[in-house]
């Protein structure tokens, strides 16, 4: 059996926008992912490590804990062997909080994950896990109670993708754009509806299924 770590925020927690209500395992794109997988005869677990809230590496003024480089080196040690971990973070590093943040800055956070990833103190003889880094989709208008947090944060996430892509290609991630397959809530404009997780379970598919395989496009 494989084991892949999914590394991220409310997005991938599966928060029911404009709720506090979660969207239970099969519903969410991990589950999807990880039933398709098994489905297909590939003998995966996946590991959730998901907060609401979590940045790459910026502190949020109200929570402790949501920096998303806090703990992750010990993380990765915690559950290895690992086959792949997957990287979906940004959405938060567009709050009020953050207003110098833009795609860059969001790309130059996920470069220190994956570094961090490479150097977790693993046990000797474990492997160093591929990355599999997924630009979130664009935040669009932001609506209901999470509208003031956001505000704006649909231009400064302006080029996320694009710069995902670069970063991933400098680092030797593999890369997958999550705005090619779904947009943001139709709801709130920031998460992900039901139908949109399933979209997205669906296509990361094949795309894990080629990484686990050990094939070299990224």
């Not at 997988?37 to 402790?64: H, Q, S, Y």
């Not at 609506?143 to 956001?150: I, N, R």
């Not at 754009?177 to 709130?188: F, I, L, N, Y």
Request: aromatic share 6%.
């Amino acid at each position: 059996m494989q084991h892949i770590l999914v590394y991220g925020d409310s997005l991938t927690w599966g928060i029911v926008p404009n709720t506090r209500k979660r969207f239970s395992f099969d519903e969410r794109w991990p589950g999807v992912l990880d039933n398709k997988l098994n489905e297909i005869g590939r003998r995966v677990r996946l590991i959730e490590n998901c907060m609401n809230g979590r940045r790459t590496v910026w502190e949020d003024p109200f929570k402790a804990g949501r920096n998303g480089l806090a703990g992750l080196a010990q993380c990765v040690e915690m559950h290895s062997p690992l086959s792949l971990v997957i990287l979906m973070l940004g959405t938060n590093d567009f709050q009020f909080s953050h207003p110098y943040n833009n795609a860059w800055s969001a790309a130059q956070g996920i470069a220190t994950l994956v570094n961090e990833i490479r150097k977790a103190p693993i046990e000797p003889g474990m492997p160093v896990p591929p990355v599999l880094v997924i630009s979130p989709p664009p935040i669009s208008s932001p609506k209901g109670v999470l509208a003031d947090k956001f505000s704006g944060a649909e231009q400064r996430c302006a080029g996320l993708a694009d710069a995902y892509r670069i970063i991933s290609a400098d680092l030797g991630c593999h890369f997958f754009d999550a705005g090619k397959v779904t947009s943001s809530s139709r709801v709130d404009g920031i998460h992900l509806d039901a139908d949109q997780h399933l979209a997205l379970g669906t296509a990361l598919t094949a795309v894990v299924t080629s990484i686990l395989s050990g094939a070299v496009s990224r």
